[in-house]
């Protein structure tokens, strides 16, 4: 589930649709939780699927550490790519924003840790990376832990309307966290490595 204070929008002909804040969303704001109406789908059922249904699902799933595709129910799927993305993934099935989010301003992810299945070239922004690499996450986890821990003890300082999203398990386990309790599990955790996968098929 997307937060509720977003809006979708259409931003320009290159990007087409975008999730667009409509107010204020502060750093440590949990912006997407994986919910129960959201879908998931194996590779199997998305083979024995008829093309009209992969294209879609191609167009707006990301792959979890199963490699399953999931489909968010919402405008959580025209979150758009961005290689200095306002969110970033957790490991705990939620995103968070890892800095002020202005009204009227995207909320982007980074693709690279969705586990893509193919490698694309994003917008030009100026950054070093130009191009989105199926392992990425590797990578860069360190990286995005970084910018995940700085916001991470905020989460208990800030409204959180996707709270009531959130199991008590998940909520619990982010006070350990913010109290020192336990320790904060990387990104990483969601990497889904596929020519590991293949090589246990066969």
């Known amino acids: 589930m997307i937060h509720p204070h977003t809006e979708l929008k259409f931003i320009n002909n290159e990007v087409g649709y975008g999730v667009v804040a409509k107010q204020f969303i502060p750093a440590g704001t949990i912006t997407w939780v994986l919910d129960k109406l959201d879908r998931e789908f194996s590779p199997l059922e998305f083979q024995q699927m008829e093309p009209i249904y992969q294209e879609i699902l191609d167009t707006y799933t990301f ?8 489909l968010c129910w919402d405008n959580g799927r025209y979150v758009n790519h961005s ?4 969110c970033l993934t957790t490991a705990y099935d939620f995103e968070i924003a890892i800095r002020d989010i ?23 922004e100026g950054t070093k990376r130009k191009i989105v690499y199926p392992n990425d996450l590797t990578k860069y986890y360190k990286t995005w832990d970084n910018k995940i821990k700085k916001v991470f003890p905020k989460i208990t300082k800030v409204d959180q309307p996707l709270r009531q999203v959130l199991n008590e398990e998940t909520w619990s386990k982010i006070d350990n966290i913010i109290n020192g309790k336990e320790p904060l599990e990387s990104i990483i955790a969601n990497y889904f490595d596929e020519e590991s996968h293949k090589q246990h098929l066969v």
């Open 83 to 86: 290689f200095n993305s306002n």
């Open 63 to 70: 792959r979890n550490n199963n490699g399953n595709l999931i």
């Open 102 to 124: 202005q009204p009227g301003e995207q909320l982007t992810d980074d693709y690279g840790y969705l586990n893509i299945s193919a490698p694309f070239r994003g917008i030009n």
